[in-house]
């Protein structure tokens, strides 16, 4: 993807007002509910934006689990038998309709996975919860892995997105 986008943390100097990635709940957590939650210290957010300053994608991240039971026996075999492994939500992804398709999605998975690999705290993957088929479709295109039993819950070893190319 072009360098054309920055992605920097959700602050007041941007305009939420006008988002709009084409699915009304996550339309509606951008522009009412995230900066609650970021104030709440249960997600923090971060925002690309145009060079003109428009808000063209958000996601979510947060601290989270995942119950060793869950993971595929294969995954789960090689980890030491606590009862879960720490983990980091990507809660919410979604790009506006204008610049859908152009790598950005991508490139914003990428910034999360980035940013999970720097932290000084320790997680075994990036877990996402997606909204549907479609969405879990462009997880596993990126490699995720079911786990437990809700088909749209994956996961993501962060030793394997140490492999993967940088958008
Ligand atoms: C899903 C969404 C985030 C993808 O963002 P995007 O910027 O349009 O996607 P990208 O251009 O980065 O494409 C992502 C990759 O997924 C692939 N992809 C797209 N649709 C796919 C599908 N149905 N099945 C498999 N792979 C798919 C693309 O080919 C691309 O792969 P590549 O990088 O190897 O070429 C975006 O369409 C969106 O905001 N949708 C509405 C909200 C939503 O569904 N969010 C998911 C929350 S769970």
Known sequence: MAARFDIEKLSAKHDRSRFDCGSEPLNRYF?????????RWVAACFVATTSAGAVAGYYTLASASIPLADLPPETARKLPRYPSVPAVRMGRLAIDRQFKGQGLGAALLADALTRALSSDIAAFALIVDAKDD???AVYRHHGFIGFGDNPHALFLPLATAKTLPQA
Do not use: F, K
Request: no cysteine; hydrophobic share 40%.
């Open 31 to 39: 522009t009412q509910q995230v900066t609650q939650d970021v104030r």
């Open 134 to 136: 479609v969405a879990a």
